[in-house]
């Protein structure tokens, strides 16, 4: 087999780098080692910056988003009783949508299943071969056989935990990462969101965080131990915390119902410098990792994927070296600032074990400062709704 580009991974930034080659005609093939089934059953995302809508648009797969996506043009931060609105629509003059990841998955799966673009499911041991070379190759195991592709380029888009990263040698690669002491327990509830926009809450008793995904389904989280069990969480006992984290008027009036959902995600913070090596392109996931405090994980995959796209579809089509050569110092200047929003965010609105008073009032005064200062707010917007491309 033979094709363009080998795209490792059938996740978000895998099924969006193909649909941008696949319009600019670059011949591609997409290997994921679950089913498709498994990838849509992952509960992610929820939020997608105003570049990310952009680009779905332009790419021809906005129809069902903008149907059923929500816009939302502020979101609530509060502190015990106290709230904040950040207007996006005044300070940015944009706004961000509420559609899922596993809705964008679908979409994005539909319009390849449509184009004939080929997707290699439940593939293993993958492995990149000759990086240096003119014609890398990709090497799988499908049915008990071993096969082998040929190509120009590899994109590296299997997540945090997939192989490619691993091809750049350990001499050439740098990590940079930060675990943080704890968790978010997630659940998912078939009720009314008790707000309008997303509530981001710090208080006495944690982080928590309102959300959801469309006008009967909550996505609600609390900041948990991270060794805790979620079948430790009973649903009643889940309510009764996030209810003591945010605001009086939102607790009294949330609607409560079983959850059909419930699971604990890790925060980290990652990244991998360099994001290129040889013929091989990292995006996404498999280049860098979040907190989701910011809601940036996936919309930083597309904004790594639209510089790749980019740099792939100048050099097919107009032989342009130079775009490619620039992908990774491109890619991570935006990555830094995402990270670094992340962990502001993240540090601002998180219970740390051992915080000390000092640190806690320097909470308090970020929470006060970002109350009394318009600049403040607007900085919070535009990082919220995304740095441009
Ligand atoms: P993904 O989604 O992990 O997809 C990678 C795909 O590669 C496949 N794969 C392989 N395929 C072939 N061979 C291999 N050796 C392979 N190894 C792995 C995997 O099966 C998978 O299908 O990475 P991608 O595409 O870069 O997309 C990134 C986003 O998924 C991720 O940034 C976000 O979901 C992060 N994230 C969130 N981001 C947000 O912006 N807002 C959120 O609310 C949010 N919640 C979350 C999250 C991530 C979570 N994780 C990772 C546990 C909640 C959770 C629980
Ligand atoms: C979600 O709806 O899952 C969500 C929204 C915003 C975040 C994190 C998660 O910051």
Redesign the pocket.
């Known amino acids: 087999m033979r094709t363009n580009v080998v795209i490792?991974?059938?996740?978000?930034?895998?099924l969006l780098l193909g649909q941008h080659l696949t319009n600019a005609g670059i011949d591609n093939i997409v290997?994921?080692?679950?089913t498709k089934e498994y990838?849509l059953g992952r509960i992610?995302?929820?939020?997608l910056e105003t570049g990310t809508v952009k680009q779905l648009r332009d790419l021809g797969l906005g129809a069902r988003m903008d149907v059923e996506g929500f816009v939302h043009d502020g979101t609530v931060i509060s502190f015990n009783d106290e709230q904040i609105r950040i207007d996006f629509a005044r300070h940015t003059k944009t706004a961000v949508m509420v559609y899922g990841?596993t809705e964008l998955t679908a979409d994005l799966y539909a319009r390849r299943e449509a184009d004939g673009a080929e997707i290699i499911y439940e593939?293993s041991d993958?492995e990149i071969e000759d990086l240096s070379a003119d014609s890398p190759r990709v090497a799988f195991t499908k049915n008990g056989q071993r096969c082998h592709i040929s190509c120009d380029y590899v994109a590296g888009?299997?997540?945090?935990?997939?192989?490619s990263r691993q091809a750049i040698p350990q001499t050439a690669r740098r990590e940079f990462e930060k675990v943080y002491p704890f968790g978010w327990l997630g659940i998912l509830s078939e009720t009314k969101p008790v707000h309008d926009e997303l509530i981001y809450a710090n208080s006495d008793a944690g982080f928590a965080l309102c959300s959801m995904r469309h006008a009967n389904l909550s996505r609600y989280y609390i900041q948990c131990d991270i060794r805790d069990d979620p079948k430790a969480w009973p649903d009643q006992l889940f309510w009764d915390a996030l209810r003591k984290r945010i605001p009086e008027k939102f607790a009294d009036t949330i609607e409560t119902g079983p959850s059909i959902e419930k699971?604990i995600?890790p925060l980290r913070s990652f990244v991998c410098e360099p994001m290129q090596w040889g013929r091989l392109f990292l995006?996404?996931?498999?280049a860098h990792i979040v907190p989701?405090t910011g809601?940036?994980?996936?919309?930083?995959?597309a904004s790594d994927v639209y510089y790749l796209a980019d740099a792939l579809t100048r050099l097919y089509r107009d032989k342009d070296l130079a775009a490619i050569e620039s992908y990774s110092a491109r890619a991570l200047s935006r990555v830094w600032k995402t990270q670094r929003f992340s962990w502001w965010m993240t540090s601002l609105l998180h219970h740390f074990p051992h915080q000390s008073e000092f640190e806690l009032r320097m909470q308090l005064a970020e929470i006060e400062f970002l109350k009394s200062s318009e600049q403040a707010q607007a900085v919070l917007a535009q990082n919220y709704v995304g740095l441009p491309y």
């Open positions: 490792i991974g059938g996740g978000p930034s895998g290997l994921e080692q679950k990838v992610r995302a929820g939020v990841q593939v993958v888009c299997d997540g945090f935990h997939g192989v699971s995600a995006c996404g996931d498999a989701p809601a940036k994980g996936l919309n930083s995959a």
